[in-house]
């Protein structure tokens, strides 16, 4: 923005000659992370929505971010678990969000451990995009994700045994 200063003794403004542009720096650092450390579901729910926030500052520009699912326990090899959804979040200028990512979970009817777990780390993306901003830092901190497998056990007992 623009000032205009007068100085001492100088009853007349010149507009040209007393101005001055201010420019306001923001140092303060724009944070993405994951909005919780862990997200729990249940297999039959068959999906779960894994959010990211900034926070801190704005954006100066939009931009993408990777979201890496990575396997634990749970599997996404033949879509066993959970199927790996879009590889990265779109964070629009101005707008701390939260972003969500929909993670689809394999509902079966396979005995299993009752909970399975794979997690989902956010990363610098990997495409092309405008250079970041260096006020900007991604929370690497891994969330996880836990399903719960809800399937029915049947137990029979045979009288003639």
Known sequence: FTVFIRTEGNSELDPERDRATVTICDTTSATIRFTSRTYNVIESDVTVPVCAEVIGATLKTSFNID????????????????????????????????????????????KETLFENFTVTLQPYTGTQPVLSTNLVIDDTPSFVRIEDDDLVVVRFDRNS
């Not at 699912?69 to 969000?97: C, K, M, W």
Request: aromatic letters at 14%; hydrophobic letters at 30%; one cysteine or more.
């Open 67 to 110: 979201f890496i699912p990575e396997d634990n326990t749970a599997s996404s090899v033949g879509f066993e678990d959970y199927r790996p959804t879009l590889n990265f979040i779109r964070f629009n200028h101005l707008q701390p969000g939260p972003y969500c990512r929909t993670m689809i979970i394999t509902n079966d009817n396979r």
